[in-house]
């Protein structure tokens, strides 16, 4: 069965440092997403991205966030500068289609910013 | 505002209890709503979904049932197995929207 997939697993990160959180959508799809997700928060909208450009993005994604998709197979977050509170699960995902129920996830980022 | 709301984890139960996972949701208008499951160590999987009123969504044993007039999508599986652990997050998107609005999540354990 195709997979979202994210590497890395796990990343450790300084304080101010620029990070790059990167995913592989499923071949065929045209929506892709970032998600975020706390430790014992709620998982949190961050941007949707089809056509090669932002369809939208949420508060949280500031000027520090980016997103792009380099070479038609990944589709990468940057976090410019980060800072202690962006230490959270980044889920990526993909829909083929705009019907509101194809989307599939991959496994998250951890990311811990110290 | 919108927004998702779920019982607090973790829940523990004993292998073939009987389990429930309360979620309601507030929404200007009529929501699809969404039940996704987080195995350790992977991603966030559809288990089951409705996409109105009295939609019931089943799926390996797990129902819900959209209830409008409750504003609720309970999660109920009659048997539950070791192999049911994860994290349970009820959701929803609205149709002029592309966002899913998830809630807490909640921890479920099975005990053999």
């Known amino acids: 069965e195709p997979e979202v997939t994210q590497t890395p697993s796990h990343q450790v990160t300084q304080m101010g440092q620029e990070v790059i959180l990167r995913c592989v959508p499923i071949?065929?799809?045209?929506?892709f997403y970032w998600y975020r997700q706390i430790l014992g928060q709620k998982v949190e909208f961050l941007v949707s991205?089809?056509?090669?450009?932002?369809?939208?993005k949420s508060e949280i994604f500031d000027d520090q966030f980016s997103v792009e998709r380099p070479d038609g197979s990944n589709f990468t977050l940057k976090i410019r500068s980060t800072k202690l509170e962006d230490s959270a699960m980044y889920f990526c995902?993909?829909?083929?289609?705009?019907?509101?129920?194809?989307?599939?996830f991959g496994s998250g980022t951890r990311l811990t910013v110290v | 505002g919108d927004s998702v709301t779920q019982m607090e984890g973790p829940v523990t139960l004993s292998e073939e209890a009987f389990l429930t996972i309360n979620c309601t949701y507030t929404?200007?208008?009529?929501?699809?709503l969404f039940w996704y499951v987080q195995y350790p160590g992977e991603g966030l999987q559809l288990l089951l979904k409705?996409?109105?009123?009295?939609d019931k969504g089943s799926n390996k044993g797990f129902e819900a049932t959209y209830r409008k007039e409750t504003t609720s999508f309970h999660l109920e599986k009659g048997s539950v197995q070791v192999s049911d652990s994860a994290v349970y997050f009820c959701?929803?998107?609205?149709?002029?929207?592309?966002?899913?609005?998830f809630g807490k999540g909640t921890r479920l354990h099975i005990l053999p």
């Open positions: 995902a993909s829909k083929l289609a705009v019907t509101n129920y194809g989307y599939t």
């Open positions: 071949s065929n799809h045209l929506y």
């Open positions: 991205f089809y056509n090669n450009e932002i369809s939208e």
């Open positions: 929404a200007t208008g009529y929501p699809s």
């Open positions: 409705a996409t109105k009123a009295d």
């Open positions: 959701a929803r998107i609205m149709n002029r929207d592309d966002k899913i609005i």
